[in-house]
């Protein structure tokens, strides 16, 4: 015989009509413990990979220590294959960050660049639009809104390269960009392809890939990657955006290098020297944007140490110019509003300090194609 305050707890039994079920606490404790590790099991690869993105120390390493064994039983059986028939009903792909390499991972075969060693998982790429333009995907992110106008200043820290004069890109011979970066460069990506596409004489590829850069090719090797695909794409112009993930130490032979060290930024100075090289070679056009002002003023000051380095770097590579996006985002230090790209207060500025809004990714795109016009690669903008 039951209590009568059990009987909400249980179920009638319609061939037993005066007996109820009651499932045990025990019994529910299981189950619930059941669905929480095979979730575990189905996402550890995400977590795995999440885990490796972590800054260098005692919280990546136990991080790893947990997942990197339950996803070396749950890949071989395929038991992540739910997770990954989910990304693609709502991405219509999988969502990867691609990690590569390893310590050894990140070097260019450049001259004077390179260097060995080692943070968000957005892949933005395109494809050609049925009317000559390009359409961008974004995981997670697919939207497109309107053209930006262009209307503001440009600025330009290193004098144009001296070279012949570009060709005269065409409708049938188009102007090829490559937009490369991590997630920073993702609103100005895209608001540079529409622009682009609204030339009708250019088209662009953006290639931007969050929680990813330099520091650490062994969550994301650039220097393979781009040694994949720059032959192949071809590009004449190159609009390179990194440094939000980059303020992290990294391992160098076995040795950890810390952020900010002599040591690193010797290290991390080659390694952007070496892509820089590798992506001016052949006479191509490179533009490096600079990480806008952060609000946080710690890491305000390690973006710094970083934008640095490619100013820097950039005055030593020919075809390289330096584009600082701080007077054209945020003049008189941190904020999250100020003139759009047709010159109306907007915010520029993600909330959480650090990404550009779409009005922001205007802003700069207005300055790169203002610079692309007056080196001759597209017709005045009307």
Not at 146 to 169: L, M
Not at 170 to 175: K, S
Not at 216 to 241: G, K, Q, S, T
Not at 293 to 312: D, G, L, P, V
């Amino acid at each position: 015989m039951t209590s009568p305050d059990m009987q909400h707890l249980r179920a009638p039994d319609p061939t037993r009509p005066n007996r109820v079920d009651v499932m045990s606490a025990g019994r529910t404790l299981a189950i619930m413990v059941l669905a929480l590790g095979l979730a575990a099991v189905f996402n550890a690869g995400r977590q795995a990979e999440r885990a490796s993105q972590q800054p260098l120390g005692a919280s990546r390493d136990r991080a790893l220590a947990i997942w990197e064994p339950i996803d070396a039983v749950a890949s071989p059986l395929g038991l992540e294959a739910p997770r990954s028939v989910l990304e693609v009903v709502r991405y219509g792909h999988t969502v990867t960050n691609g990690s590569t390499g390893g310590e050894t991972g990140g070097t260019f075969d450049v001259a004077a660049g390179g260097g060995t060693g080692q943070e968000d998982g957005a892949t933005a790429t395109t494809t050609p639009g049925g009317d000559g333009s390009t359409n961008s995907t974004v995981a997670g992110d697919p939207g497109v809104t309107t053209p930006a106008e262009t209307t503001t200043t440009v600025t330009v820290e290193t004098a144009p390269p001296t070279s012949a004069a570009p060709r005269v890109p065409t409708a049938a011979e188009p102007l090829r960009v490559s937009l490369i970066g991590d997630s920073t460069m993702i609103e100005t990506g895209k608001a540079l392809q529409r622009s682009l596409a609204d030339t009708g004489i250019a088209e662009s590829i953006l290639d931007a890939r969050a929680s990813s850069g330099f520091s650490r090719p062994d969550f994301y090797d650039w220097p393979a990657h781009l040694r994949e695909v720059i032959p192949e794409r071809n590009p004449e112009v190159v609009v390179a955006m990194f440094g939000g993930n980059d303020a992290q130490g990294f391992v160098v032979d076995g040795s950890v290098y810390e952020f900010g060290s002599a040591e690193w930024v010797t290290e991390y100075g080659n390694r952007v020297r070496g892509a820089m090289e590798y992506l001016a070679a052949d006479g191509r056009t490179v533009l490096w944007i600079s990480q806008p002002t952060m609000r946080s003023e710690s890491f305000e000051s390690k973006i710094a140490t970083i934008n640095q380095i490619y100013r820097e770097q950039a005055d030593l590579v020919p075809g390289v110019t330096y584009l600082d996006s701080r007077p054209l985002l945020s003049p008189n230090g941190y904020t999250a509003y100020g003139p759009g790209a047709d010159g109306s207060e907007r915010q520029l500025r993600a909330n959480d300090g650090i990404h550009l809004t779409d009005s922001g990714g205007q802003v700069i795109s207005a300055n790169v194609l203002a610079i692309l016009t007056e080196r001759g690669f597209l017709p005045p903008i009307p």
